[in-house]
């Protein structure tokens, strides 16, 4: 380890509270009154008022295509409860949706900030409406012959290539390829996070899923089937970050931010990257043990991405959780991912059940775990360290959280 | 020239000076890159400085359009008009240059006999446009006769 500890300032940060609005597959409710929602249960949930909150963070920032990709930017927040801030930063070129919580940990150790508000919203699910998935895609032009391709998308649009499940399938069929990884295997993300879902009330998709189900579903891009991709949905969720001396008598104890990861070494991009059978991810996760004493194998819980089943798999090699490539004998069968089992995994349902909050979900249920607040769906053992990581492709990070 | 006698509908790219050379190259059957002069680092997709020896004399070179398949993934879902379904969406590694990749469609081949690894040529889809004819590279596999330019 070359750095010393007093260098690692993400460790003068904690996770004090966090809070969700409502969420669903398409409520139909103004965006930014979801995203307020979750912003004063966060505030509330840590035990501070909104005059207490001087920073404010958040992914991506305004945007107004793809449609229901972003609820609210930082300024609709910071105006709406008149936040007087001594810091604020949204942006979508970052390490991913945890990103943005990295910045407001580097913010309130750098003393810019003494509790920073980060959210994430969407509403991609009443943006669909009945148009189906496809309408949310970047880029699907949708207006016949006048539309041409530029920027990045003109390498994919012409090949009918718009969706990131094909781009994400092309990495998971060559994991295939290299590592005889199988679908059976990688079904178990979704079997996993199925059953959670059942035991979270603010779960999408509840009802049992067996692995016949699963194997039976129409196929989306191989090897990509239906229940491989997460559901956009509605809500909104909020998360409160600390300067660990303010975070000492508040409602919880502080989550500590032990260490982060931000790294890109490879390409951004979809099919330049070097290897197809990792990602981008694999820099972060290794980043993440140059910056604490801790090991992969002290983490006791993990939640990490899982916009697509693979992604789950690609976090577990990055984290240095199970070898390069060995992600689908790890998972395989199920019970090591289970609750009870040694790594409890996507313990709320994931994204593929519990609908794309977009990686702060993940973050959400972190705490809720380690704060013994997730109810029925609690995990049995007591975790004092626990992974969270999110994104896919360059757009990702990892977090690893302490409760001293 | 074109892969079959009905082109299927292509969201096309708007041609820039930047990469209308790989876009057009197709109208000589051949698949043109960027290459940086000094150092011979073939460059995709193009920028204006080369990431090897960040040199700025770039020209523009043709490869033989051999390539091995990358990876694949077999399209079910109509996300927008385009070929019929199920269609390949492939990436290819060229031969000339570790890395030097695309993203594009296998073509004339049965999806059970698809394989990470196979070899592939390059095979031009033409598409009239009054911004500009395109011709769309896609890939075949390589034991199939060399597609004659017409
Ligand atoms: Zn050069």
Redesign the interface.
């Known amino acids: 380890m070359t750095l010393d500890a007093n260098s690692i300032i993400e460790r003068r940060a904690a996770i004090t509270g966090v809070g969700q609005s409502d969420v669903g597959r398409r409520l139909g409710r103004d965006p930014l009154e979801l995203t307020l929602d979750a912003c004063l249960a966060a505030i509330d949930h840590a035990g501070l008022t909104v005059a207490d909150i001087d920073g404010l963070s958040t992914y991506p920032g305004p945007m107004a295509t793809p449609a229901g990709f972003s609820g609210a930017g930082a300024y609709d927040v910071i105006d709406a409860m008149r936040l007087r801030v001594g810091w604020y930063h949204s942006g979508l070129e970052t390490s991913g949706q945890l990103g943005s919580v990295v910045d407001a940990c580097l913010a309130v150790a750098s003393g810019l900030a003494n509790h920073v508000l980060c959210f994430r919203s969407v509403y991609e699910g009443t943006a669909q409406g009945q148009a189906g998935?496809?309408s949310v895609?970047p880029g699907?032009?949708?207006d016949g012959?006048g539309?041409?391709?530029?920027g990045?998308m003109?390498?994919?649009?012409?090949?009918?290539?718009?969706?990131a499940?094909?781009w994400i399938?092309?990495?998971a069929?060559?994991h295939f390829?290299e590592y005889g990884t199988t679908r059976e295997q990688m079904a178990q993300i979704a079997l996993n996070a199925r059953k959670n879902a059942a035991l979270n009330p603010k779960g999408i998709y509840r009802d049992p899923m067996t692995m016949d189900d699963y194997l039976a579903a129409?196929?989306?891009?191989?090897?990509?089937g239906l229940f491989d991709c997460d559901a956009p949905c509605d809500g909104a969720t909020a998360v409160i970050v600390s300067r660990i001396e303010r975070a000492q008598d508040l409602r919880n104890p502080p989550l500590r931010v032990e260490a982060v990861g931000t790294a890109l070494h490879g390409r951004p991009s979809?099919?330049?990257f070097?290897d197809?059978s990792a990602m981008p991810n694999r820099d972060a996760g290794k980043q993440l043990w140059t910056r604490t004493e801790f090991k992969p194998a002290d983490v006791q819980m993990l939640q990490a991405y899982d916009g697509f089943t693979w992604l789950t798999m690609s976090w577990i090699e990055a984290l240095g959780l199970c070898g390069v490539g060995e992600s689908g004998p790890f998972i395989e069968g199920g019970d090591r991912i289970a609750r009870d089992g040694e790594l409890p995994l996507n313990t709320h349902g994931g994204q593929l059940s519990a609908g794309r909050l977009h990686g702060y979900g993940f973050l959400h249920e972190a705490a809720m775990q380690m704060w013994r607040q997730a109810g029925e769906r609690q995990i049995p053992k007591e975790v004092q360290v626990g992974a969270v990581a999110a994104g896919g492709g360059n757009t990702c990070g990892c977090l690893l959280l302490v409760r001293d | 020239m074109s892969t079959s006698s009905v082109v299927p509908f292509r969201i096309l790219p708007r041609l820039t000076e930047q990469n209308r050379e790989f876009w057009q190259g197709g109208e000589r059957n051949e698949l043109r890159f960027w290459r940086c002069q000094d150092c011979a680092y073939y460059i995709h997709p193009p920028q204006p400085l080369c990431p090897m020896c960040f040199s700025k004399n770039m020209g523009v070179e043709a490869v033989c359009g051999d390539a091995t398949l990358t990876s694949f993934s077999i399209n079910y879902q109509p996300w927008m008009p385009g070929p019929e379904l199920p269609y390949v969406v492939a990436i290819v590694e060229m031969v000339e240059q570790p890395g030097l990749r695309l993203t594009t469609n296998l073509v004339n081949c049965p999806i059970d006999q698809i394989r990470c690894d196979m070899a592939v040529q390059v095979i031009f889809e033409h598409h009239e446009d009054a911004d500009g004819d395109i011709w769309l590279p896609l890939f075949e596999p390589r034991h199939l006769a060399k597609n004659e330019a017409s």
């Open positions: 998935r496809s895609m699907s032009g949708g012959g539309f041409k391709a530029s990045f003109q390498w994919n649009l012409p090949f009918s290539a718009p969706s499940a094909i399938a092309m990495f069929q060559r390829h129409r196929m989306i891009a191989t090897p990509f979809w099919d330049q070097e197809l």
